[in-house]
């Protein structure tokens, strides 16, 4: 199905174990983005992509590696998870160029660290 | 730097009234405002953009929202509101930057009343 997925959609995990949220889109958008959410922040930023093999920080990227080998993919890897990092992930997508800058957004996945 | 700020957690309207979700700004250089809304246990959506011309910005389901420079607020509106318009309405500002980032607010719930 065309669209941007996300896998799994809810995890648990311990603390002190690495964690990896898949993101997949179909459009060969050239940005993708992942973002927390947790009451009272709305969305916050964690780490964004321009095209494949070029990954910048965002607003929180601390605890996070990302990756982009591929256009369509856009790991998002905790590699110690901490109770801070309980929270719902997002990834979103959007076209390199154009005047509507429209985001869209994966379903989320809703991680839990113990 | 760019903020959002979304006064009221939670608003609650009863069906058929007219309702307004506040949302101010604050950006250097032209604003570029969305407002975007999630559905229980799903990703955001857009609802509608200002990004330049007339200030009152009509987008999907009957929403629009008026831009005021001056007050450097972005209010969304709707003359009749729908129980299934209860949702976490979200106001977001696009930065200037290459990226185009996106900084949220931090949401509020729409309620409406049958």
């Known amino acids: 199905d065309a669209g941007i997925t996300q896998s799994p959609r809810y995890k648990i995990t311990e603390t002190g174990r690495q964690v990896t949220l898949m993101c997949h889109q179909t459009?060969?958008?050239?940005?993708m983005f992942w973002y927390r959410q947790d009451l009272g922040h709305g969305l916050r930023l964690i780490y964004y992509?321009?095209?494949?093999?070029?990954?910048d920080k965002g607003e929180v990227p601390d605890g996070y590696v990302v990756s982009r080998s591929k256009t369509e993919n856009f790991p998002l890897t905790l590699e110690s998870a901490t109770r801070s990092q309980t929270s719902v992930y997002f990834c979103a997508s959007k076209e390199l160029a154009g005047s509507t800058d429209t985001q869209y957004f994966g379903p989320g996945t809703r991680l839990t660290v113990l | 730097a760019q903020s959002v700020a979304q006064p009221e957690d939670q608003v609650n309207v009863a069906e058929g009234n007219p309702l307004t979700v506040k949302c101010t700004y604050s950006v250097s250089g032209n604003p570029y405002l969305f407002w975007y809304v999630q559905y229980p246990n799903r990703g955001l959506q857009f609802l509608l953009k200002y990004i330049t011309g007339d200030n009152l910005v009509k987008g999907s389901y009957g929403f629009e929202a008026e831009f005021n420079k001056s007050q450097t607020s972005f209010h969304l509106k709707k003359p009749s509101a729908l129980v299934s318009d209860s949702v976490l309405y979200f106001c977001?500002?696009?930065?200037?930057?290459?990226?185009?980032?996106?900084?949220f607010g931090s949401g509020t719930q729409l309620t409406v009343l049958p």
């Open positions: 977001v500002v696009r930065d200037t930057g290459s990226a185009r980032q996106l900084t």
């Open positions: 992509s321009a095209a494949a093999d070029i990954t």
């Open positions: 459009w060969s958008h050239s940005y």
